[in-house]
């Protein structure tokens, strides 16, 4: 009995024994394959890093979608209990950048819009429609030609302006030139002192053109699943700083599965002119003036599915 007891003690420790030996050398060789996977990967970094410096077009896209609809009726708990409502917009952010050894092309584009409806259907006079909100669209091309590889003199053009509302009413066309600084690959900025900032505008006694300096810098990249975009477009008027403006936006997308993510973009800006144009036209305040509006920061944000191309 005691012979019995013995070997099946002894044969249940050397299976435990070679279970705990055979999960150990599973862990050995899991850190050794992760530790290949590793360094492979950081080849393919370097790889692609020299394939990013190679002369030639860089491409690319990436932008959010979101949206919601809903439908309610006899819904007494609410004020409205019969409605419909509906939100959806967008954000594409596109890039066409020709880089060469002795000169740059780079052009981007930056649009985000937004519409959304409430039908009251107990009310005949509310309207079922959707209605723009969030209406925003950039367009610029930057031209250097390269003093050496971080500093180049160079040309800008940037329009901005809405599609949605009041296209080109206001429309902002920047025309100027001075250098362009790219430390890093991603990050471009630029700096020009002779700028030409043209207004486009039905209300000529409030926008105005005027000659100043712009500075633009664009950080632009892709790291992993996830896609990045942060923009500063500034104008500084040499004529009155009533007419100088602002823009900063940021775009993030990160990929769950294939091309399809979560999306957030958000945006700051900052303008006298069109901060008194609204007084004066939307809130019926006659009698403001760039002294006395209250030039509140302009935001939007936008949250929801991405898709990146």
């Known amino acids: 009995m005691n012979k019995k007891l013995l070997f099946t003690s002894l044969f249940l420790l050397s299976i435990s024994f070679s279970f705990s030996q055979t999960k150990e050398e599973l862990k050995v060789e899991q850190q050794t394959k992760k530790d290949s996977i590793a360094t492979l990967q950081s080849k393919a970094n370097a790889l692609q890093a020299k394939i990013d410096a190679l002369p030639g077009w860089r491409t690319g896209a990436f932008g ?95 329009y901005r302006t809405t599609l949605l509302n009041n296209f080109n009413d206001p429309g902002y066309l920047d025309l100027g030139v001075g250098a362009t600084w790219t430390p890093i690959t991603d990050l471009v900025v630029v700096i020009h002192p002779l700028n030409y900032n043209f207004v486009f505008s039905n209300e000529s006694n409030i926008f105005d053109s005027s000659l100043g300096a712009k500075i633009l810098a664009d950080y632009t990249r892709k790291i992993g699943n996830i896609s990045f975009k942060s923009n500063l477009s500034m104008f500084q008027s040499y004529k009155s700083s009533d007419l100088s403006n602002w823009t900063w936006t940021n775009s993030f997308s990160y990929t769950l599965w294939k091309m399809i993510g979560v999306g957030f973009d958000f945006g700051l800006r900052s303008s006298k002119q069109e901060a008194l144009n609204y007084a004066i036209n939307t809130l019926g305040n006659t009698n403001a003036t760039f002294d006395t509006i209250d030039n509140s920061l302009q935001t939007y944000w936008t949250l929801g599915l991405s898709y990146s191309f």
């Open 64 to 158: 959010t979608i979101g949206g919601s609809i809903s439908n309610f009726n006899n819904w007494y708990a609410q004020g409205i209990p019969n409605n419909s409502s509906g939100n959806i917009g967008f954000t594409v952010n596109a890039y066409a950048n020709l880089i060469q050894e002795k000169f740059f092309w780079r052009n981007a584009l930056t649009t985000n819009l937004n519409w959304v409806k409430l039908d009251d259907k107990d009310n005949l006079t509310d309207g079922d429609s959707f209605n723009p909100t969030t209406d925003v669209f950039n367009l610029s091309s930057l031209y250097g030609r390269k003093l050496n590889q971080k500093l180049a003199v160079s040309g800008l053009l940037e």
